[in-house]
């Protein structure tokens, strides 16, 4: 009977072998965020998920573990077991963070694995209304005019604080930057006048944007975004050497087989192709990446955005929190 039974069990284990992976049930892939739930990372996730689920013939757990400049998130897909059921989302936060961060416990580059590039994010220019300027052409001369004009961003070392950097290192102008605690109060800044200006997140400042309280000069998105169309991007402007371009990546644990990579790549380029999808990130100002980048050419990707990144911080001296 015992005999029977080890060779009943020894049948069903090849049978579910030849299935494709679809058929078989998997367990379930756990992707985890190192930004807090309703962020950007968290939204375009959750949006790919159920899409990557039914690929993958499993289901998908969104887990925020917010924290450490995205360091949290990163350690603990880093630890994870190798097999496809555990993936990380990571965005320009985390190759800042290569240089910005000197006591983490890992490498983004040698201790995980490329999947793909799927998402654009976008950040946006705005002015507080006193600010004489329509383009950013005139912007740059008011500032030349004004020295030590102060801007703000949503933290030491956040993409508005090294988009500004990007911006004075590439334009000659003067600012002095005054970090907030996040996004919202620092677009209040602005609104108000304690500051002057600002690279925020487009979803934060859309509103500010739509109601005039505050002006957009352009969006650093690689295209017009399709709620702010009469917005141009840097290069549009003229300034396209300012690449302070943010976006949305996944990646899993060094040592993750070649065709797990290959299949989750296919499955999250298949979800974010979706009309649906792309038209939710479009109205939460992001845009799908067309084509997505593989994990070969987002892993080059990582490495020309950390080096980015370090000579920014480095010419600046830009320290975290």
């Known amino acids: 009977m015992q005999i029977k039974a080890r060779l009943f069990a020894s049948l069903l284990a090849a049978a579910a072998a030849s299935l494709p992976l679809s058929a078989v049930a998997q367990a379930p892939i756990r992707l985890i965020i190192g930004g807090p739930a309703g962020g950007n990372s968290d939204l375009a996730a959750r949006l790919a998920s159920e899409k990557l689920g039914q690929a993958m013939g499993t289901t998908v757990v969104v887990e925020n573990r917010p924290g450490a400049g995205g360091g949290i998130a990163v350690e603990a ?46 950040n946006v220019l705005i002015v507080t209304p006193a600010i004489p300027a329509k383009s950013v052409t005139e912007l740059v001369g008011v ?15 956040s993409p508005g604080h090294l988009s500004g950097e990007t911006f004075k290192l590439r334009t000659g102008v003067a600012m ?22 600002m690279f925020s997140t487009a979803s934060a400042a859309l509103p500010q944007i739509k109601a005039g309280k505050v002006k957009a000069l352009a969006v650093t998105s690689k295209s017009r975004l399709a709620e702010l169309p009469d917005v141009p991007t840097l290069a549009e402007a003229g300034f396209g050497s300012i690449d302070v371009a943010d976006w949305i990546g ?58 980015k990144w370090a000579k920014t911080i480095q010419e600046a001296n830009i320290k975290a929190d």
């Not at 002095?176 to 109060?185: F, R, V």
């Not at 979800?271 to 479009?282: F, Q, S």
């Not at 980048?293 to 955005?305: I, N, Q, T, W, Y």
Request: aromatic share 6%; hydrophobic share 40%; net charge neutral.
């Open 250 to 307: 996944f990646v899993v644990p060094k040592g993750t087989p070649n065709d797990v990579k290959q299949k989750l790549h296919q499955a999250l380029s298949a979800a974010y192709a979706d009309p649906a999808v792309r038209e939710k990130l479009e109205k939460s100002t992001m845009q799908a990446v067309q084509p997505p980048l593989g994990p070969a050419a987002f892993g080059e990707f990582l490495a020309k955005d950390v080096a």
């Open 77 to 122: 897909v880093k630890s994870a077991k190798p097999d496809g059921t555990v993936v990380g989302v990571i965005n320009a936060i985390n190759t800042a963070n290569e240089t910005l961060t000197r006591d983490k416990a890992f490498n983004l580059l040698s201790d995980l694995e490329p999947v793909g590039l799927y998402v654009w994010l976008a």
């Open 176 to 197: 002095t930057h005054i970090p907030y605690k996040g996004a919202p109060p620092a677009v209040l800044s602005v609104i108000t006048g304690e500051t002057s200006l």
């Open 143 to 157: 500032l030349k005019a004004r020295p030590m004009t102060d801007y703000a961003s949503g933290g030491s070392g």
